[in-house]
């Protein structure tokens, strides 16, 4: 084992961990404000719950990248690839935009959830305009995780 | 592709016609009637409100009655029965309910007071409960408690703090009252909370204890009975005993009132129609023996409304064109496939006054992008049969919901369309099982490639895609500009823009950087370039000088053009947002691989075998369900933000016609 694949595995791992805390704290908040309607009108859960799992997907493009990158530097197959030092870095450096972003975007897009959460709770019907507002925020994730797979993925192993 | 078209209607009539002529408009449920205008001259409003707040107390109750009766005496559902719609009646049904609604409404109160007994009962059982709770540590004192003396001695019974023991107490009092010598303290039980103790002391004596006894802390127990303990415990044991029979009984009273369920629905429908009735009744102006009815009413349903009214009343009825200062409501009308996205575009807003429909080109645009965004055949296919079986089992579902469910099953099979193209079937399963379980490797060709091998060629696709998607958006702007003949809009808003970003994407295509990217490379024919630079440059000339074009002040209008010319970052982070596509299409399928190689882990045997499938059901399930939701949400943003960005605004009004808004039944016309 080389440092090169210690630190391409850091990168897969902080892929991981990070976009899945931002994830969790984003869920969090909202389920915690997507509880209090729902304790007030049953009826709206579908629309809360939808709402809620809008800042999950940051978890779910760190765990996309964090694979993508586990079976390039060979330990999903079971023989880790003896990465040089400068390769390491590489893809320890193409995982980190969905790392950071993932952790800042998915706290947000919580925060932003949990507001929108509020305009279905006053006024259900404007569901369709509650559920841009946190989309919007998800754009950079999206663009972070863009960046990241086709940074994996052009690394040379 | 359409908005219902809308006409104006006045109807004057006689006073004493009012309610038959609201009950037909009612019944027929197609014209909007105006509740706002204001007071004037000899017409006044009339005041429904006592009426309307007794009819909505009788709705409401009576649909507290039948929440009692599915709480006490449920009625046996299916696990999909809320998609089965409302229970069809005639209006014969109506008509007799119309009879005995008194009778009814009696059952009403008759299941509420039962309610009420019941709930008395529960509240009683939990009086009782709490006094047992507090009679419990006495259990082992066998004289009554109210006991206070005997013949020469007084009796003590009552509370210390939980930190004292007999011992202890005895040294306390001995403390404090050194000189008493006829007491004696027991102590019956001992817990967190206190200790409970029986003391004796001869009557001489008696004065000096107590107040001895109280400087310890010492309480006297709270309840009075001439029982023991025990038996008082036994009395409230029998009290719960028979108010949990009492309760019985209620309930069982209650299953008489399951028959009644079918009766109560209708007439809490009833109640509902005519308290609609009265809250319209309310807002028309009336004169002493004429009343008037302004509405809307679409231009289709114009004869058949004609024809009903005046065959039974005599009444001035005109239908007009609507005024151009007014805004009439808007109705959607589209074919059976268009109008599975109105959903979606009514959660957006509807069509505002000088806008049409842009339904059915959405609707088209959704189910390639969703496709495009979940695309893997099997999901697809799943999501495609599960709305298929719903829709053709339960043919009474709401209109909504319907039309929700038909979109996504469209958008199933636009998945499945998308997966094969793509090779996505529940990720690589095929691969994995054939591998693992029957050691020969199988693999389905994509039919064009697999985004996962080569993610610049699907990048590229997708901005393509995103490309001809807000090229489209723009082309029905121009639809818009041509249709009201509005041809410098065309030129100056439209065509400028199509010829700007068609030059500058010619300008990109040669570029080493597009060939680094999509691995393609293009040369031009020098004419071919100066055509690009020429339409690039043409465009955004028109941009600059024709933008501002509502502005008088040429400084500012320039100034106005050149803040647009600036839009053009404004594409950019359009199209990128297209990537999207890509970033989605991906998660799906690597997730979906993700669970297939966990779920090969346990290599080839029985016991393998059986975590394959267990991995396979729960994995595969949430990854569609949360791919779903993703591809739900996102392409609903680019059709709002992306789409609608150029070329729709929204803000109509919705039609909603004064008709039988009802809750549980559907009323059906006798034909």
Not at chain 2, 94 to 109: E, G
Not at chain 2, 280 to 289: D, I, P, T, W, Y
Not at chain 2, 552 to 571: F, H, Q, S
Request: net charge neutral.
């Amino acid at each position: 084992m080389t440092m090169g694949t210690v630190l391409a595995l850091l990168g897969a791992s902080l892929a991981v961990i990070l976009a899945g805390m931002g994830s969790a704290f984003g869920v969090a908040v909202a389920g915690q404000a997507a509880s209090g309607v729902v304790s007030e009108d049953p009826n709206q859960f579908a629309k809360v719950l939808i709402l809620q799992l809008l800042p999950g997907t940051q978890g779910i493009y760190g765990l996309l990248v964090g694979f993508i990158a586990l079976s390039k530097i060979g330990i999903l197959g079971g023989s880790p690839a003896e990465l040089s030092l400068q390769t390491g870095l590489m893809v320890l450096a193409a995982c980190l935009p969905i790392a950071v972003v993932g952790l800042v975007s998915g706290r947000n897009q919580g925060k932003t959830a949990v507001s929108a959460i509020g305009i279905v709770a006053k006024k259900p019907d404007q569901f369709g305009k509650a559920m841009l507002f946190p989309a919007m925020v998800e754009t950079y994730a999206i663009l972070a995780l863009l960046v990241s797979i086709l940074a994996v993925n052009g690394i040379p192993v | 592709m359409a908005i219902v078209s809308m006409k104006k209607l006045q109807i004057c009539a006689m006073k004493k016609n009012r309610k038959a002529v609201l009950e037909m408009l009612q019944s027929m449920g197609v014209v909007e009637i105006e509740t706002e205008s204001p007071e004037e001259g000899v017409f006044k409003k009339m005041n429904t409100t006592t009426p309307r707040t007794q009819l909505d107390k009788h709705v409401q109750n009576t649909d507290n009655a039948l929440e009692i009766l599915n709480t006490y005496v449920p009625e046996k559902k299916g696990f999909l029965s809320s998609l089965e719609g409302k229970r069809e009646i005639t209006k014969d049904e109506i008509d007799r309910i119309n009879k005995i609604h008194h009778q009814v409404n009696r059952k009403v109160y008759k299941i509420l007071d039962i309610e009420k007994e019941i709930n008395a009962c529960d509240a009683d059982i939990a009086k009782f409960e709490a006094s047992i709770e507090e009679l419990v540590p006495w259990l082992n004192m066998d004289i009554p408690i109210n006991t206070v003396e005997t013949k020469k001695t007084k009796v003590f019974i009552g509370s210390v703090g939980p930190e004292y023991t007999e011992e202890s107490i005895y040294e306390a009092l001995e403390t404090k009252v050194p000189d008493l010598s006829g007491y004696t303290v027991q102590v019956i039980s001992r817990d967190k909370d206190a200790t409970c103790i029986v003391c004796f002391c001869i009557n001489e004596e008696a004065e000096d204890f107590s107040d001895a006894l109280r400087s310890i802390g010492y309480t006297r127990i709270s309840s009075f009975s001439h029982r023991t303990p025990a038996d008082r415990i036994q009395k409230f044991r029998n009290e719960i005993a028979e108010r949990e029979e009492k309760k019985k009984e209620a309930i069982s009273k209650l299953e008489e009132f399951n028959e009644e369920r079918k009766n109560l629905e209708i007439l809490s429908d009833y109640y509902t129609i005519r308290s609609d009735k009265y809250k319209v009744l309310g807002g028309l102006l009336q004169s002493e023996s004429t009343f008037l009815i302004t509405g809307y009413i679409p231009a289709r349903d114009e004869e058949r409304i004609t024809k009903a009214l005046n065959e039974k009343f005599d009444l001035l009825l005109e239908i007009t064109d609507v005024p151009e200062d007014e805004t009439p409501p808007i109705g959607l009308s589209n074919n059976k496939f268009f109008s599975a996205g109105e959903g979606v575009l009514t959660s957006f807003g509807l069509p505002g006054k000088k806008e049409f429909d842009p339904t059915a080109a959405m609707t088209i645009c959704y189910i390639i992008l969703f496709g495009l965004m979940l695309s893997d055949a099997a999901y697809g296919f799943i999501v495609f049969l599960a709305c298929f079986i719903v829709l053709n089992k339960y043919k009474k579902m709401g209109e909504g919901l319907k039309k929700t469910l038909s979109l996504f099953m469209y958008c199933g099979l636009s998945t499945l369309f998308w997966g094969v193209l793509f090779g996505g079937y529940f990720g690589d399963l095929v691969t994995v099982v054939s591998r693992v379980f029957f050691h020969k490797e199988v693999t389905i060709k994509p039919l064009w490639f697999a985004p996962l091998d080569d993610p610049m060629k699907m990048l590229i696709v997708s901005l393509c895609i995103g490309l001809l998607h807000l090229f489209f958006g723009l082309a029905l702007k121009g639809y818009m500009c041509i249709r009201d003949k509005d041809f410098v809009g065309l030129i100056s808003d439209v065509v400028s823009w199509f010829m700007l970003i068609i030059g500058l994407v010619m300008m990109l295509m040669p570029t080493t950087l597009f060939e680094s990217i999509s691995s393609m490379s293009f040369s031009f024919s020098p004419m071919v370039k100066n055509i690009s630079y020429g339409l690039a440059i043409g465009g955004a000339v028109i941009i600059f000088l024709m933008s501002g074009r509502s502005n008088k002040n040429p400084v500012v209008r320039l100034a106005l053009g050149l803040y647009d010319l600036y839009n053009i970052t404004g594409w950019l982070s359009d199209l990128l947002s297209y990537s999207r596509l890509l970033a989605l299409g991906l998660a799906t399928g690597v997730i979906a691989q993700v669970i297939n190689q966990m779920g090969s882990m346990m290599g080839d045997s029985v016991f393998g075998v059986i975590v394959f499938i267990l991995v396979f059901i729960i994995g595969h399930t949430f990854n569609m369900a949360i791919n779903l939701l993703g591809a739900y949400v996102h392409t609903c943003r680019l059709q709002y933000v992306e789409f609608f960005g150029k070329f729709y605004e929204g803000g109509g009004r919705e039609f909603t016609p004064f008709m039988e808004k009802t809750k549980y039944v559907e009323i059906k016309e006798k034909n």
